[in-house]
């Protein structure tokens, strides 16, 4: 099991270390800020977890999807307080056919990442 410790810092900042492998996420969430804020990379969690749920099943399909690439533009409620929406822009090499890309574009949605977001939140896809 993965363990991560997060330490808060200075001005909102975070620092949190994957303890097995010493790998490091910041957060930022004042401006000026150079990192993203939580809300941010949960945002870029669910797009890594579809794009990696792609390659995985391209990988079995016998198929090439590097550079595939996943816009996600996080929607947040009136107070900021939750994240109440994705609209999510998939952009997949030109060799595969819209078939393939809409078949990659909903088999995204059962990342793990994806599966654990709150079944309220509302998402918008568009596959270039």
């Given amino acids: 099991m993965s363990e991560i410790k997060i330490k808060l810092g200075a001005d909102l900042n975070t620092v949190g270390t994957l303890e097995s ?4 996420v910041k957060t930022a969430f004042n401006d000026p800020r150079s990192d993203m804020n939580p809300g941010e990379l949960v945002a870029n969690a669910l797009g890594a977890c579809m794009l990696t749920m792609i390659g ?12 595939t690439e996943v816009t996600v533009v996080p929607g947040f409620d009136e107070k900021h307080t939750r994240i109440t929406s ?3 822009t998939f952009v997949f090499p030109e060799h595969l056919t819209q078939a393939q890309k809409d078949f990659y574009a909903k088999a995204a949605e059962s990342c793990p990442v994806h599966n654990s977001l709150r079944a309220d939140i509302a998402y918008k896809i568009t596959v270039k």
């Fill in 21 to 24: 492998k010493q790998a490091v």
């Fill in 86 to 88: 994705f609209a999510l």
């Fill in 56 to 67: 995985f099943l391209a990988g079995r399909r016998g198929e090439k999807v590097e550079g």
